[in-house]
C-alpha cells in the first residue's frame, strides 16, 4: 500500500472515531437525562412547593392495594395477548383480508390477469352518512407490501381514504393476497396495477385524472406506474418513501439511519436470495417486519407491552386494533425480493433509468408529466428526508429542467413524526393529508418549479369547532434545496458504491456454489415449517387459545373485570412502578444507539476504506469546471432558441411569466390560480391541455429570466394575427381593472408595461395608427368555482 493510500485510509480512520465518539456522547447524554429523572422520580421525598413528597406514601399497608391492581393488571394483559395469538390465527385461517376500517368490494382480481399476480383493486364504500361524487378526481391507494398486509391507508376514519371521501371523492384500493402467484414479478404487477389505473379512468370518464397515493413501498410503486402509464395517472402523493436509498445524515444526530447500513453489513443481496431459497422460492415477509422490529428494540421488547400492562383496562383494545395489520405477515417470491434488494436497497437503480419494464422500456421518472408531491418527516428513520427527496437532484439537473420540462414537484416535511405515524396517525390525517386533498387541484395548476408546501394553523376555530389552515407554497431552487437537505455534499453515499460491488460478488458466488445444495435441500413442508416457527408467529400462536395451557385464562379474565379494583396512576406504588419501567425503556434505547453507532462507524470502516482503496481510482476522471453560467445548460438554451416561435398560449404564458424584484408584472399568473375567476375570463384563456400548459409556463418563464427585454420585444412575432393581439391585450387591461384580480392600484411598473404592450401590440410602434381595442364588458363571477379551460 502506497503512502497516498496510508494517508487517505488514516484520515477515513480518524473521522469515522471522531463522529462514532460524538454518537456515543450524544447517547449517553441522553440516557443520563432520562435514567436521572426516573431515579430523581423514584427518590424524591418532596414536591416542587416543598410539600411532602409522593415516598411517603410508600407502606406496607397501601402496598396490599398496589398488588391487587398490580395482579389483575397482570391478568388483563397476558388475556390481550391470547386475544392477539386468537386473532392471529383467524386471520391465518381466512387468508388474511385488507386491515380497512371501511367495507369494500372487488373491482379487479388480477389473479386472472394474463400474467397473474396476487393483487386486486378494491372500491371503498363510503361509510353512512358521507356520499361521494362520481365527477370528482378519484383516488387509488397502493399500500406497501413489505411484510405488512394490506389497509393502513384507510386503517381508520381518520386516514386518507377518510379523508378523501369526505372531500367527496370516490376512493379505490390497491390491495394483495397473502400468497403470491407462482412465477410473478414485480414488473407484472406494475403492469396490473396499469390496468387498476385505466379501469377506474373508465368508471369516471368524467373526472380527472385518478390522484396516486403511495406509501412507503407502495410510493416508488406508485413513481413506477406514474412512469409506464404517464397519459393515465393524475397527481402523485408519495409517503416516506425511499426513492433513494443510500442518502441519509452521517455528519450529525444518532446514528439516525441505522437501514441503510444493512444491504452493507450484511454483504449484499445474497442473504435475501438464500432466505427465500430456503423458503422453497418464497420469501417470508416477516423478516421484513423482524428487521423493523429491530430498529427500536426499547418499544419491540418493553414500551408497547408496558403500555398494555399499565393501562389495561383502556389500551387492549387499540392495541389489538393495530395488531390486525402488525402482527400478519404476507409472503414474496423470489424475483420480487430480488428486484427490491438489487434494484432498490443496494442497487439505487430506479432514478438512474437502469429499471425496465416488460416491455424492455425503462423508467424514466422524468416522464412522469402530472405534479409529484414528497411528504416525508424529520422523526422518520426508516425513510429519512434525504431518501425521500435526493431522487429529484439525481434525474434533474437544475430548477431550469425541470422547469423546461412542466414538471412541479412540492415537497412537504413533518418535524417530528415517526415513520409509521405518517400512515396511521389521525393527527396527520386531519391535518397533513386533509388539506392535501383540498389543495391538489391547485397544486396542479402552479407554474412548473419546485415548491415547499407549509400547513399553517390560524387563529380560531371552523363552524365546526375545528383547527382552520393555511397552505401556502414557496418556491424553490433545486440547488438550494439540494445544499439545505445535503449539508456535507453527500460524500456519504460513495461507500455504498463498494457495497454493489461487493454485493454482486456474492450474489454470484452464492448462486454458482451454495443456491443448488439449498434449492435440492427444500421443500413446500421444509418451508411451512420455517415459517411456521418464525420467532414473530410463535409469539403469536403460542399465546393463543390453542395452547391448553392458556385454557384457565379466558375465565380468570372475564372475573378480574368483573371485580376489577383500580389504582389511580398518582399512587406512589404505581409512580415507582413507572420510574422503573422508565429504566428499563432508557437502558434498552442506550443498547439501541450503541449497536447502531458501532454498526455506522463499522459500516464506514469497512466500505469507505474499500472504496477509497480499490474504485474511486478507477472511475473516469471528472474535469474540473468552473462554475457553470445557467445560460449555457441545454434546457436553457432550447428555451431561448425558440424565443421568437410559437402563439397566443406562448404569449400568454410569457405575460404570465414576467415578474419584477416587487412581484409579478401582471396578475395573469393569479387568473389560472383562481377557478372562481376561470369562467368570467374563458374567452381569453389559451385552451391546451394542463400537462402541456406547465410546458409552456416553464419554458417561457426560463425565456423571461434570462432574456427579459427580448422577450418582451418579440411578442408581436408570436401573436402575428392581429385578432390575437387585441384578445391578449383586452385581457390585460380588463385585470388591471379588476378588483378582483388586482386588490391594490396597480403599480407604476405595471402600468408601464400595459403601455408598452400596447404600444407594441397595436402598431403604433411602426407608425400605424390603428385604433386602440376597446374592453370587452366581464361577466359577474359566479359564486361557485369553476374549471378554467385549462383541462
Same mark, same amino acid.
Given at each position: 500500500?502506497?503512502?497516498?493510500?496510508?494517508?487517505?485510509?488514516?484520515?477515513?480512520?480518524?473521522?469515522?472515531?471522531?463522529?462514532?465518539?460524538?454518537?456515543?456522547? =450524544?447517547?449517553?447524554?441522553?440516557?443520563?437525562?432520562?435514567?436521572?429523572?426516573?431515579?430523581?422520580?423514584?427518590?424524591?421525598?418532596?414536591?416542587?412547593?416543598?410539600?411532602?413528597?409522593?415516598?411517603?406514601?410508600?407502606?406496607?399497608?397501601?402496598?396490599?392495594?398496589?398488588?391487587?391492581?398490580?395482579?389483575?393488571?397482570?391478568?388483563?394483559?397476558?388475556?390481550?395477548?391470547?386475544?392477539?395469538?386468537?386473532?392471529?390465527?383467524?386471520?391465518?385461517?381466512?387468508?388474511?383480508?385488507?386491515?380497512?376500517?371501511?367495507?369494500?368490494?372487488?373491482?379487479?382480481?388480477?389473479?386472472?390477469?394474463? #400474467?397473474?399476480?396476487?393483487?386486486?383493486?378494491?372500491?371503498?364504500?363510503?361509510?353512512?352518512?358521507?356520499?361521494?361524487?362520481?365527477?370528482?378526481?378519484?383516488?387509488?391507494?397502493?399500500?406497501?407490501?413489505?411484510?405488512?398486509?394490506?389497509?393502513?391507508?384507510?386503517?381508520?376514519?381518520?386516514?386518507?381514504?377518510?379523508?378523501?371521501?369526505?372531500?367527496?371523492?370516490?376512493?379505490?384500493?390497491?390491495?394483495?393476497?397473502?400468497?403470491?402467484?407462482?412465477?410473478?414479478?414485480?414488473?407484472?404487477?406494475?403492469?396490473?396495477?396499469?390496468?387498476?389505473?385505466?379501469?377506474? /379512468?373508465?368508471?369516471?370518464?368524467?373526472?380527472?385524472?385518478?390522484?396516486?397515493? $403511495?406509501?412507503?413501498?407502495?410510493?416508488?410503486?406508485?413513481?413506477?406506474?406514474?412512469?409506464?402509464?404517464?397519459?393515465?395517472?393524475?397527481?402523485?402523493?408519495?409517503?416516506?418513501?425511499?426513492? !433513494?436509498?443510500?442518502?441519509?445524515?452521517?455528519?450529525?444526530?444518532?446514528?439516525?439511519?441505522?437501514? #441503510?447500513?444493512?444491504?452493507?453489513?450484511?454483504?449484499?443481496?445474497?442473504? !435475501?436470495?438464500?432466505?427465500?431459497?430456503?423458503?422453497?422460492?418464497?420469501?417470508?415477509?416477516?423478516?421484513?417486519?423482524?428487521?423493523?422490529?429491530?430498529?427500536?428494540?426499547?418499544?419491540?421488547?418493553?414500551?408497547?407491552?408496558?403500555?398494555?400492562? /399499565?393501562?389495561?383496562?383502556?389500551?387492549?383494545?387499540?392495541?389489538?386494533?393495530?395488531?390486525?395489520?402488525? $402482527?400478519?405477515?404476507?409472503?414474496?417470491?423470489?424475483?420480487?425480493?430480488?428486484?427490491?434488494?438489487?434494484?432498490?436497497?443496494?442497487?439505487?437503480?430506479?432514478?438512474?433509468?437502469?429499471?425496465?419494464?416488460?416491455?424492455?422500456?425503462?423508467?424514466?421518472?422524468?416522464?412522469?408529466?402530472?405534479?409529484?408531491?414528497?411528504?416525508?418527516?424529520?422523526?422518520?428513520?426508516?425513510?429519512?428526508?434525504?431518501?425521500?427527496?435526493?431522487?429529484?437532484?439525481?434525474?434533474?439537473?437544475?430548477?431550469?429542467?425541470?422547469? !423546461?420540462?412542466?414538471?412541479?414537484?412540492?415537497?412537504?416535511?413533518?418535524?417530528?413524526?415517526?415513520?409509521?405515524?405518517?400512515?396511521?396517525? $389521525?393527527?396527520?390525517?386531519?391535518?397533513?393529508?386533509?388539506?392535501?386533498?383540498?389543495?391538489?387541484?391547485?397544486?396542479?395548476? +402552479?407554474?412548473? $418549479?419546485?415548491?415547499?408546501?407549509?400547513?399553517? &394553523?390560524?387563529?380560531?376555530?371552523?363552524?365546526?369547532?375545528?383547527?382552520?389552515?393555511?397552505?401556502?407554497?414557496?418556491?424553490? #431552487?433545486?440547488?438550494?434545496?439540494? =445544499?439545505?437537505?445535503?449539508?456535507?455534499?453527500?460524500?456519504?453515499?460513495?461507500?455504498?458504491?463498494?457495497?454493489?460491488?461487493?454485493?454482486?460478488?456474492?450474489?454470484?458466488?452464492?448462486?454458482?456454489?451454495?443456491?443448488?445444495?439449498?434449492?435440492?435441500?427444500?421443500?413446500? %413442508?421444509?418451508?411451512?415449517?420455517?415459517?411456521?416457527?418464525?420467532?414473530?408467529?410463535?409469539?403469536?400462536?403460542?399465546?393463543?387459545?390453542?395452547?391448553?395451557?392458556?385454557?384457565? +385464562?379466558?375465565?380468570?379474565?372475564?372475573?378480574?373485570?368483573?371485580?376489577?379494583?383500580?389504582?389511580?396512576?398518582?399512587?406512589?406504588?404505581?409512580?415507582?412502578?413507572?420510574?422503573?419501567? &422508565?429504566?428499563?425503556?432508557?437502558?434498552?434505547?442506550?443498547?439501541?444507539?450503541?449497536?447502531?453507532?458501532?454498526?455506522?462507524?463499522?459500516?464506514?470502516?469497512?466500505?469507505?476504506? %474499500?472504496?477509497?482503496?480499490?474504485?474511486?481510482?478507477?472511475?473516469?476522471?471528472?474535469?474540473?469546471?468552473?462554475?457553470?453560467?445557467?445560460?449555457?445548460?441545454?434546457?436553457?438554451?432550447?428555451?431561448?432558441?425558440?424565443?421568437?416561435?410559437?402563439?397566443?398560449?406562448?404569449?400568454?404564458?410569457?405575460?404570465?411569466?414576467?415578474?419584477?424584484?416587487?412581484?409579478?408584472?401582471?396578475?395573469?399568473?393569479?387568473?389560472?390560480?383562481?377557478?372562481?375567476?376561470?369562467?368570467?375570463?374563458?374567452?381569453?384563456?389559451?385552451?391546451?391541455?394542463?400537462?402541456?400548459?406547465?410546458?409552456?409556463?416553464?419554458?417561457?418563464?426560463?425565456?423571461?429570466?434570462?432574456?427579459?427585454?427580448?422577450?418582451?420585444?418579440?411578442?408581436?412575432?408570436?401573436?402575428?394575427?392581429?385578432?390575437?393581439?387585441?384578445?391578449?391585450?383586452?385581457?390585460?387591461?380588463?385585470?388591471?381593472?379588476?378588483? /378582483?384580480?388586482?386588490?391594490?392600484?396597480?403599480?407604476?411598473?405595471?402600468?408601464? %408595461?400595459?403601455?408598452?404592450?400596447?404600444?407594441?401590440?397595436?402598431?403604433?410602434?411602426?407608425?400605424?395608427?390603428?385604433?386602440?381595442?376597446?374592453?370587452?364588458?366581464?361577466?359577474?363571477?359566479?359564486?361557485?368555482?369553476?374549471?378554467?379551460?385549462?383541462?
Amino acid at each position: 500500500m502506497d503512502t497516498k493510500h496510508l494517508a487517505r485510509s488514516h484520515e477515513i480512520g480518524t473521522k469515522i472515531s471522531l463522529i462514532h465518539q460524538q454518537r456515543m456522547k =450524544t447517547a449517553l447524554a441522553q440516557f443520563s437525562q432520562r435514567a436521572g429523572a426516573a431515579i430523581g422520580e423514584a427518590t424524591g421525598a418532596r414536591e416542587p412547593d416543598g410539600r411532602a413528597g409522593w415516598m411517603a406514601g410508600l407502606n406496607p399497608w397501601s402496598y396490599q392495594h398496589y398488588a391487587v391492581d398490580a395482579f389483575q393488571r397482570s391478568m388483563l394483559f397476558w388475556d390481550t395477548l391470547r386475544q392477539r395469538g386468537d386473532n392471529f390465527l383467524e386471520r391465518a385461517a381466512k387468508g388474511s383480508a385488507p386491515v380497512l376500517h371501511f367495507d369494500y368490494e372487488t373491482i379487479l382480481d388480477g389473479r386472472g390477469f394474463a #400474467r397473474p399476480v396476487n393483487y386486486a383493486l378494491l372500491r371503498i364504500i363510503p361509510p353512512a352518512g358521507v356520499t361521494t361524487d362520481p365527477a370528482k378526481r378519484p383516488y387509488l391507494i397502493i399500500d406497501p407490501r413489505a411484510g405488512h398486509g394490506p389497509g393502513i391507508g384507510g386503517f381508520k376514519d381518520d386516514s386518507q381514504a377518510g379523508v378523501a371521501m369526505r372531500a367527496g371523492h370516490p376512493v379505490y384500493f390497491v390491495s394483495f393476497f397473502r400468497d403470491p402467484e407462482p412465477g410473478q414479478t414485480l414488473l407484472d404487477v406494475c403492469s396490473a396495477e396499469g390496468q387498476f389505473v385505466k379501469h377506474v /379512468r373508465a368508471l369516471h370518464p368524467a373526472s380527472e385524472k385518478p390522484a396516486i397515493i $403511495g406509501n412507503c413501498q407502495g410510493g416508488w410503486a406508485a413513481m413506477m406506474l406514474a412512469a409506464s402509464s404517464p397519459d393515465d395517472t393524475g397527481p402523485i402523493l408519495i409517503n416516506g418513501a425511499p426513492m !433513494s436509498y443510500v442518502s441519509g445524515a452521517w455528519n450529525e444526530g444518532e446514528g439516525d439511519n441505522p437501514m #441503510r447500513y444493512a444491504g452493507g453489513m450484511l454483504g449484499g443481496t445474497w442473504l !435475501s436470495s438464500f432466505v427465500a431459497d430456503l423458503g422453497n422460492g418464497i420469501f417470508d415477509g416477516a423478516h421484513l417486519v423482524q428487521n423493523f422490529e429491530n430498529l427500536n428494540p426499547a418499544n419491540s421488547l418493553w414500551d408497547k407491552y408496558y403500555k398494555v400492562y /399499565r393501562l389495561a383496562d383502556t389500551e387492549p383494545a387499540r392495541y389489538l386494533d393495530f395488531e390486525r395489520w402488525w $402482527g400478519t405477515y404476507y409472503l414474496l417470491n423470489r424475483e420480487e425480493i430480488e428486484f427490491i434488494t438489487r434494484n432498490l436497497f443496494v442497487g439505487n437503480k430506479l432514478w438512474s433509468g437502469d429499471v425496465k419494464g416488460n416491455t424492455g422500456q425503462a423508467f424514466d421518472l422524468r416522464a412522469i408529466e402530472m405534479p409529484i408531491i414528497l411528504f416525508a418527516s424529520m422523526g422518520d428513520n426508516i425513510t429519512p428526508p434525504e431518501q425521500a427527496f435526493n431522487w429529484v437532484a439525481d434525474i434533474y439537473g437544475s430548477t431550469e429542467e425541470i422547469k !423546461s420540462r412542466g414538471q412541479v414537484i412540492v415537497g412537504l416535511l413533518h418535524q417530528n413524526i415517526g415513520h409509521l405515524g405518517i400512515f396511521v396517525s $389521525g393527527k396527520v390525517a386531519k391535518k397533513e393529508y386533509t388539506q392535501l386533498v383540498s389543495v391538489l387541484n391547485e397544486v396542479e395548476i +402552479l407554474p412548473p $418549479g419546485l415548491y415547499g408546501m407549509q400547513i399553517t &394553523e390560524v387563529d380560531g376555530a371552523g363552524a365546526d369547532g375545528k383547527p382552520q389552515y393555511e397552505v401556502t407554497f414557496h418556491e424553490r #431552487r433545486l440547488e438550494d434545496v439540494s =445544499t439545505q437537505v445535503n449539508r456535507f455534499n453527500r460524500v456519504d453515499e460513495q461507500p455504498f458504491e463498494a457495497v454493489a460491488a461487493l454485493s454482486d460478488f456474492n450474489q454470484r458466488g452464492y448462486e454458482l456454489f451454495v443456491q443448488p445444495w439449498v434449492k435440492a435441500m427444500s421443500n413446500d %413442508m421444509s418451508a411451512r415449517l420455517l415459517r411456521v416457527f418464525h420467532p414473530l408467529r410463535v409469539q403469536n400462536w403460542a399465546l393463543s387459545s390453542r395452547n391448553p395451557w392458556m385454557a384457565w +385464562l379466558e375465565p380468570a379474565a372475564r372475573a378480574v373485570r368483573e371485580h376489577r379494583q383500580p389504582l389511580d396512576e398518582r399512587d406512589p406504588w404505581r409512580r415507582l412502578e413507572n420510574a422503573g419501567a &422508565e429504566l428499563v425503556s432508557a437502558s434498552l434505547d442506550l443498547y439501541r444507539a450503541t449497536r447502531d453507532a458501532a454498526t455506522e462507524a463499522g459500516f464506514f470502516s469497512i466500505y469507505a476504506t %474499500m472504496y477509497s482503496l480499490y474504485l474511486a481510482e478507477r472511475k473516469p476522471a471528472q474535469p474540473v469546471q468552473e462554475t457553470l453560467d445557467a445560460r449555457a445548460l441545454p434546457f436553457v438554451q432550447e428555451a431561448l432558441d425558440s424565443i421568437a416561435e410559437g402563439g397566443y398560449a406562448e404569449a400568454f404564458a410569457r405575460l404570465a411569466s414576467l415578474r419584477s424584484q416587487q412581484g409579478a408584472l401582471l396578475p395573469l399568473s393569479r387568473l389560472v390560480k383562481r377557478k372562481e375567476l376561470a369562467q368570467a375570463y374563458a374567452d381569453y384563456l389559451p385552451d391546451v391541455p394542463l400537462d402541456q400548459w406547465r410546458r409552456l409556463r416553464g419554458e417561457q418563464e426560463i425565456i423571461t429570466r434570462y432574456e427579459p427585454e427580448k422577450a418582451i420585444t418579440t411578442l408581436p412575432t408570436l401573436l402575428r394575427d392581429r385578432r390575437d393581439r387585441e384578445r391578449l391585450l383586452t385581457l390585460v387591461k380588463a385585470l388591471m381593472a379588476d378588483e /378582483r384580480v388586482q386588490a391594490t392600484p396597480p403599480t407604476g411598473a405595471q402600468l408601464a %408595461m400595459v403601455e408598452r404592450l400596447h404600444t407594441l401590440l397595436s402598431g403604433e410602434h411602426e407608425g400605424q395608427a390603428e385604433q386602440r381595442p376597446a374592453l370587452r364588458p366581464v361577466p359577474p363571477v359566479p359564486d361557485l368555482p369553476t374549471s378554467p379551460r385549462l383541462h
